[in-house]
C-alpha cells in the first residue's frame, strides 16, 4: 500500500498526536491544510469527537488522524475516532488487537508506533497496516531503544512490503530526506510540531524547548503513566534526579499508580493529572496554554533531542514545508 497516496496527501509529513491537550484540532487542521496529515492527540471520547469532526471540516477532503495512547483507552474511543470522520489512526504505548480490528472494519487505516523488532511483529500480528518506527531520539514517551534510522530498516524487513514511517529526530529537510532514503513512506514530526504556533502548549513551555542544549529521558514525570520519556530538564527534575533517579518511593507510587491511570474516567485523569503539587510525584500532564506559568518548572516539558537544532516557533504550515523531503 502506498499510504501516502492512499490517504492523497500532497506531503509524506505526519505530526504526531500529543494528548492531553497538545495537538487539538486547531494543530491538525493546520497541518494538514499545509498538505501534510493532522493528528488530533488523545482526549476522552466525546472531545475527541469533537475536535476530529472539528478538523476534518475545515480540510475536507483532506484527511486528519487520531491518536491513541493505548493504557489510557476508554470504551467509546474507537467510535469516536469512526464518527469523527478520521481517515488514520495511530496506536501508541501498547497493543488491543479488537481496537484494531473495529477500526479497519470501519474504513480506518490503522498504524502502531513501534520501538522494537517484536513490537513491530506482535502490531502487525494484530492486523496493523504499516508502523511508525520510534528511535531513541524522540521526545515524549519512549518505545524507541535505538537511533531511527538504525531501527527503520529492521522495521522494514519485519513490515514485509508495508508501510512504515520514521520518527524521532526528524526536524529539517535533511533529516527527512535521510528517513527517506532509507525506505520511510513518510516522516512523523513530534518536537517539530511542539514548536508551532498552533500547538497549545504554555508559550514558555515552548520557549524553553527551542533551542534547549539538552534533554534527558527519564520515569520522573510517572503518576498514572510510569513509562520512560524524554523531556527537556527544568526545577522539578533538578530537585528529584539531583542524585541521578528519583527516589525508590516515588518511583513505587508511580508504577503503583499506572493501575489507576488504566482504571479511573478519563476526565478524572485528565483533572487529576493537571494537578500540580510540589511535593507529590509529578504527573505526566503536559504544561498547556492557560495554565499558571509556574507549571513550567512542576511539570514535563517533553521534548525530543533535536529541541537543540529548532530555534523558533513557527506556524504549522511551515513546519510542515520544513519536513518536506521535496
Ligand atoms: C510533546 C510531545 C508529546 C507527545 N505525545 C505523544 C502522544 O500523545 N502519543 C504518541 O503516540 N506519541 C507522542 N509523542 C511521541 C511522538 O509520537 C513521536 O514518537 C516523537 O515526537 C518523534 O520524535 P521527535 O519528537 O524527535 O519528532 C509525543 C512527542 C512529543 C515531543
New binding site residues.
Given amino acids: 500500500m502506498d499510504l501516502v497516496e492512499r490517504l492523497g496527501l500532497e506531503r509524506p509529513v505526519v505530526q504526531?498526536?500529543?494528548?492531553?491537550g497538545?495537538?487539538t484540532a486547531e494543530l491538525a487542521a493546520a497541518v494538514s491544510s499545509a498538505g501534510g496529515l493532522g493528528t488530533v492527540?488523545?482526549m476522552p471520547p466525546r472531545l475527541l469527537q469533537a475536535e476530529l469532526r472539528a478538523a476534518s471540516s475545515r480540510v475536507a477532503p483532506r484527511p486528519v488522524a487520531a491518536?491513541?495512547?493505548v493504557p489510557f483507552m476508554r470504551s467509546g474511543h474507537v467510535e469516536a475516532i469512526i464518527g469523527g470522520g478520521a481517515k488514520l489512526a495511530?496506536l501508541?504505548?501498547g497493543f488491543r488487537p479488537a481496537a484494531v480490528a473495529a477500526l479497519r472494519h470501519a474504513g480506518v487505516v490503522v498504524l502502531h508506533?513501534v520501538g522494537t523488532v517484536t513490537e513491530a511483529r506482535r502490531a502487525l500480528g494484530d492486523g496493523a497496516d504499516g508502523l511508525?518506527a520510534?528511535?531513541m531520539?524522540?521526545?515524549?514517551?519512549?518505545v524507541?531503544v535505538e537511533p531511527t534510522l538504525d531501527f527503520l530498516p529492521r522495521a522494514l524487513e519485519a513490515a514485509g512490503g508495508r508501510p512504515v514511517l520514521a520518527?524521532?529526530?526528524?526536524?529539517d529537510r535533511t533529516t527527512a530526506a535521510a528517513a527517506m532514503s532509507a525506505g520511510a513512506a513518510a516522516v512523523?514530526?513530534?518536537?517539530?510540531?511542539?514548536l508551532t504556533d498552533e500547538c497549545h502548549?504554555h508559550l514558555r513551555y515552548k520557549q524553553r524547548v527551542c533551542g534547549a542544549s539538552r534533554t534527558i529521558v527519564t520515569t520522573l514525570f510517572g503518576l498514572g503513566w510510569p513509562l520512560r520519556h524524554?523531556v527537556v530538564p527544568n526545577a522539578a527534575t533538578e530537585r528529584w534526579l539531583r542524585s541521578g533517579r528519583e527516589p525508590a518511593w516515588m518511583r513505587y507510587v508511580c508504577s503503583a499508580s499506572g493501575v489507576l491511570g488504566r482504571l479511573v474516567p478519563m476526565d478524572a485523569v485528565s483533572s487529576l493529572a493537571a494537578t500540580r503539587v510540589p511535593w507529590m510525584p509529578p504527573s505526566a500532564a503536559?504544561v498547556l496554554a492557560g495554565q499558571p506559568e509556574g507549571a513550567v518548572d512542576l511539570g514535563p516539558l517533553?521534548?525530543?533531542?533535536?529541541a537543540r537544532h529548532i530555534d523558533a516557533v513557527v506556524p504549522a504550515g511551515v513546519a510542515v514545508a520544513a519536513l518536506d523531503p521535496g
Fill in positions: 504526531a498526536g500529543m494528548g492531553g497538545l495537538a492527540g488523545l491518536n491513541l495512547i495511530v501508541s504505548f508506533q511508525i520510534q528511535g531520539q524522540a521526545g515524549g514517551h519512549l524507541g520518527a524521532g529526530g526528524i526536524h512523523v514530526g513530534g518536537t517539530r510540531f511542539l502548549a524524554r503536559p517533553y521534548a525530543g533531542e533535536c
